[in-house]
């Protein structure tokens, strides 16, 4: 079955860029039925999405951090990253990746689905 | 924005837990509900507001839709002391999570 994996450095200076890596095995990045996120929570508290995407390319950002983040897809290492600029304190957290399934909902005229499969987690820290 | 009420819920085993979500506007059904235990990854436990995913126990089960969600825990496992959040899906981006309720024991 599917799993995630993330990997990146664990320690990240403030105003430095993070980056991130997702890799997914068990099966293809490259199918036409999930979409691939980024999921972070910061020490004790809760859950924020931050990015996702489909393996043709298209972006979905969270817009308050849509102006520092860049998510892609690499489909032949079935990898797909993430990389937040000018990071800062704030920015410290454990770092999920997951995937939701693309389903169609006709009640809202739009696809997405909750995140039913998730990696371990990347603790990243932001500090000099 | 998803709420989520209480905010610690405290609970002997054995009995019900009953834990609310509620979205500022109407998100269908398309709303689901993790566990997540400390140090570890969330888990999806219901999606489409009532529909428990793969593996997950029959006395964990959800209901409501358009702005007022309750998920049941029907009688509470020691296993199932942990954090339980709601998410919203129904209009991305972006998606937007509860705050989380935590569930201790009484």
């Known amino acids: 079955q599917l799993q995630l994996q993330e990997s990146g450095p664990g320690l990240v200076k403030p105003s430095e860029t993070l980056s991130l890596t997702c890799t997914v095995s068990?099966?293809?990045?490259?199918?036409?039925?999930?979409?691939w996120g980024w999921i972070r929570q910061p020490p004790g508290k809760g859950l924020e999405w931050i990015a996702s995407?489909?393996?043709?390319?298209?972006?979905y950002y969270s817009p308050s951090l849509k102006s520092r983040v860049t998510i892609s897809v690499d489909t032949s290492k079935n990898q797909f990253s993430l990389k937040l600029t000018s990071v800062t304190a704030a920015d410290s957290a454990v770092y999920y990746c997951?995937?939701?399934?693309?389903?169609?909902?006709?009640?809202?005229?739009?696809?997405?689905?909750?995140?039913?499969?998730w990696g371990q987690g990347t603790v990243v820290t932001v500090s000099s | 924005v998803m709420t989520q009420s209480p905010a610690t819920l405290s609970v002997s085993p054995g009995d019900r837990a009953t834990l609310s979500c509620r979205a500022s506007?109407?998100?269908?059904?398309?709303l689901a509900w993790y566990q997540q235990k400390p140090g570890q990854a969330p888990r999806l436990l219901i999606y489409?507001?009532?529909t428990r995913a793969t593996g997950i126990p029959a006395r964990f089960s959800g209901s409501g839709s358009g702005t007022e969600f309750t998920l049941t825990i029907s009688s509470l496992q020691s296993e199932d002391f942990a954090v339980y959040y709601c998410?919203?899906?129904?209009?991305?981006?972006?998606?937007?999570f509860g705050p989380g309720t935590k569930v201790d024991i009484k």
């Open positions: 506007e109407s998100i269908s059904s398309n």
């Open positions: 997951a995937r939701a399934p693309r389903t169609y909902h006709y009640d809202s005229s739009a696809y997405g689905n909750a995140f039913d499969i």
């Open positions: 068990g099966g293809s990045i490259s199918r036409s039925d999930s979409y």
């Open positions: 489409g507001a009532s």
């Open positions: 998410q919203q899906y129904n209009k991305w981006p972006p998606y937007t």
């Open positions: 995407i489909f393996y043709s390319g298209a972006m």
